[in-house]
C-alpha cells in the first residue's frame, strides 16, 4: 500500500536528487552553491572531529553530525570513569534546516548535554549516605545454597 505519493513512497523519495524532477522548469541540481559551501566546525573543548572546518555533503550530514555527538558522549563516559563517577544523563539533539537555495534538508549541527555525579568521600553527608545505605542492606542478601 503506497501512502502519501502517487508513484512513490514519500518517506524515501526526495525529488532533488532525481534527474527527471524538475524545480521551475529547471532541473534540479546535484548539489547547488550554498550546500557546496557549507561547512562544519566543533565549537567545544574536548578532542573530537571537526576541529577546523570541514565540508560535508547534505545527503551524509545527518550521519556525520550524530556520529560526531556520539562522540561527545564517549568522552563523557570516559571523563566520568577516570574519576569514580557516572554519567547520570547524556541526551543529543540533531538540528534540521532547509537549503534556501534548492530546498534540500539536512543537518544543521548537534548538541549533547552531559551530567556526570562524582562521589565526594570527603563531605560528611556523604559518609552518613554512606553508613544509611549499609545499615539498611545488612542482611539483605541471604546465600541460600549453604
Known sequence: MNIGGIGYNSAYYNPYTNPDKTINGQSA??????C?????????NESVSFKSAA??????????????EGEH???????????????????VTV?????????????????????IKYPNESNPY???????DAAKYIGSNIDCVA
Open 29 to 34: 541540481p546535484n548539489e547547488c552553491e550554498t
Open 36 to 44: 557546496k559551501n557549507r561547512k562544519y566546525q566543533d565549537g567545544s
Open 55 to 68: 565540508h560535508i555533503s547534505p545527503e551524509a550530514s545527518a550521519a556525520r553530525v550524530r556520529a560526531h
Open 73 to 91: 558522549v564517549a568522552n563523557a563516559y570516559a571523563k566520568a570513569s577516570e574519576k569514580n563517577g557516572k554519567v547520570i544523563s547524556a541526551s
Open 95 to 115: 538540528f534540521t534546516e532547509r537549503c534556501p537555495e534548492c530546498g534540500r534538508t539536512y543537518s544543521s549541527g548537534g548538541l549533547t548535554k552531559t551530567i
Open 126 to 132: 556523604q559518609q552518613n549516605q554512606k553508613s544509611l
